[in-house]
């Protein structure tokens, strides 16, 4: 959780949106994941919850939102924050969440058309494999926090 270095110490009093800060991981009613897995998976993401939340506090940023359109309850820690309205487009963003950063491009950086930001190390990475792996040590990380996921409309900080 590094802070923002001086050139884009500005961005503390942008947009922030967390994407997908579920209570549990997901699974799609088509799939399976097994439970050692499951648990694994929803571990990380509560540490990366955590790790969110604490930086948000810790560097005193207020104008924080959430995107949560699944009917997953959202976690704990962000339950008080309101949801993004989608309409709001101008100014710049900062996203973080979850997902490989594959639902913070779909979801919050391919639909504005301000200056984005994707903060690279509060965005988790879901492993490719997580449906198919039997085992913790199966699971497969590929790391999206690159430009090649975003183009170049996204800033990685």
């Known amino acids: 959780m590094t802070p923002l270095s001086k050139e884009f110490k500005h961005l503390y009093n942008a947009t922030w949106i967390v994407v997908d800060p579920w209570s549990y991981q997901y699974v799609p009613a088509n799939g399976h994941c097994v439970q050692e897995v499951k648990t694994h998976i929803n571990n990380v993401n509560n540490y990366y919850a955590h790790m ?3 930086y948000l506090q ?3 940023i207020n104008n924080v939102y959430i995107i ?3 009917d997953i ?3 704990r820690l962000f339950e008080k924050f309101d949801k993004w309205p989608s309409n709001s487009r101008q100014g710049d963003y900062v996203f973080v969440g979850y997902h490989s950063g594959n639902c913070v491009k779909h979801k919050g950086t391919d639909v504005i058309n301000g ?3 994707v903060k690279a190390d509060l965005t988790c990475t879901l492993a490719e494999n997580w449906l198919t ?3 913790i040590d199966e699971l497969q990380y590929e790391f999206k926090e690159n430009m090649s996921l975003y183009g170049d409309m996204v800033s990685i900080i």
Do not use: E, F, L
């Open 52 to 54: 969110i939340y604490q």
């Open 115 to 117: 200056n984005c930001y």
């Open 58 to 60: 810790d560097h005193n």
């Open 133 to 135: 792996a039997k085992s």
């Open 68 to 70: 949560n359109n699944h």
């Open 73 to 75: 309850p959202t976690h």
